[in-house]
């Protein structure tokens, strides 16, 4: 669930309150392949919903970053046990099997790979157009230093809403897409430690609030999880991931894409 590198700080932020909503919607495991657009349109819209929820309370109850991650964490876990809970509705720790990718060309690896390399590009675009609008202003304003963005006239509240809204739709048509390909969902699909864990890696290496930063954290992330496998360190994976991560804000707090954006610059300013 890479795509959570899009955002600048704001909209990164509300994408991982938004991950647990991903299986919030889903439709009959028996529809068909011509539905799929109505499921999609339908995760989309949910979590959109209850990701722009989420970020509303957070802006009425004056929340900072810490606590929004403590908040995102709670329910991310509580829904993942209501989920297991409701075992007759939602299959319990074995899921339920989405029939309409079965037998299509979404049941084979070729075709889901261009799809999401193509939704890749879309939203590196959409990204690239939200930097160069008035939307993007506000949102590089909230993320540098919010009583300024305020005091300059940027409606905190209203920016902040709208930037976990379109995390949320992102992450839900991602989601969506994602169920179709693995032809099945289970509350072990989008738990804490196979998405929100490696999405912070992913972060952590490339750098967050540059358009290559998450793209370059991804690709490292997966030749780093290769290569651990290939070790057969597979089952030390997050301690591995956890020890990265603090080095990396240690030595590199921005990622590494912004680091070596900088020394490029300062070594061109010597010239």
């Given at each position: 669930m890479a795509f959570s590198w899009l955002a600048i700080k704001e909209i990164s932020r509300a994408k991982a309150a938004a991950?647990?909503?991903?299986e919030i919607v889903m439709c009959s495991p028996q529809d068909s392949l011509t539905r799929a657009p109505r499921c999609l349109i339908a995760s989309t819209a949910v979590s959109a919903a209850v990701a722009a929820l989420l970020s509303w309370v957070a802006v009425r109850r004056a929340l900072d970053t810490i606590f929004i991650g403590i908040v995102t964490i709670a329910?991310?876990?509580?829904?993942?046990?209501?989920v297991l809970g409701k075992g007759d509705w939602t299959g319990g720790?074995?899921?339920?099997?989405?029939?309409?990718?079965s037998d299509s060309w979404f049941s084979g690896q070729v075709f889901p790979y261009y799809v999401f390399l193509g939704l890749l590009v879309v939203y590196l675009v959409v990204y690239r157009m939200l930097q160069r609008s008035r939307i993007g202003w506000a949102f590089r304003a909230l993320r540098d230093d919010g009583l300024a963005a305020?005091?300059?006239g940027v409606d905190v509240a209203t920016y902040r809403i709208i930037a976990g809204g379109m995390g949320g739709a992102m992450l839900g048509f991602a989601g969506g897409i994602y169920v179709f390909t693995e032809s099945r969902v289970s509350p072990s699909t989008f738990e804490f430690g196979n998405v929100d864990v490696s999405v912070l890696v992913m972060l952590a290496l490339g750098g967050i609030g540059s358009l290559l930063g998450p793209v370059v954290g991804a690709a490292m992330f997966t030749w780093l999880d290769q290569f651990l496998e290939a070790l057969g360190y597979a089952q030390l994976r997050e301690v591995i991931y956890g020890i990265v991560v603090i080095t990396l804000f240690l030595g590199f707090r921005r990622g590494i894409v912004p680091a070596v954006t900088d020394f490029v610059a300062r070594r061109r300013r010597r010239r």
């Open positions: 991950s647990p909503f991903q329910f991310a876990l509580s829904f993942e046990n209501l720790e074995s899921g339920l099997r989405v029939a309409a990718g305020e005091l300059s």
